[in-house]
């Protein structure tokens, strides 16, 4: 199942509550996560937009377009 926005945004958010039980190994995870989401939505997409459905289909975060309104 793809990962929504939204739901990249509250993962992000609970590994960083927890960094001190999951471990600094996850902060590049963490990093993405966040990267992911805010670069969506600077690019126009919705919070129930599914980020892995979006970079799969374009190859990669930087190749995703603007979401046209």
């Known amino acids: 199942m793809a ?3 939204l ?3 509250h ?3 609970y590994n960083l ?3 001190k039980s999951i471990g600094i190994a ?3 995870l963490v990093k993405d996560q966040l ?3 805010v670069s ?3 690019k126009g997409y919705d919070l129930e937009d599914e980020v892995d459905t ?3 289909k374009h190859g990669d975060l930087n190749s995703v377009p603007h979401k046209n309104l």
Do not use: F
């Open 17 to 19: 509550d927890n960094m």
């Open 11 to 13: 993962n992000a958010n």
């Open 40 to 42: 969506l939505l600077d």
């Open 7 to 9: 739901e990249a945004l």
């Open 54 to 56: 979006l970079i799969e």
């Open 26 to 28: 996850l902060l590049p």
């Open 35 to 37: 990267n992911n989401a």
């Open 3 to 5: 990962t929504t926005i």
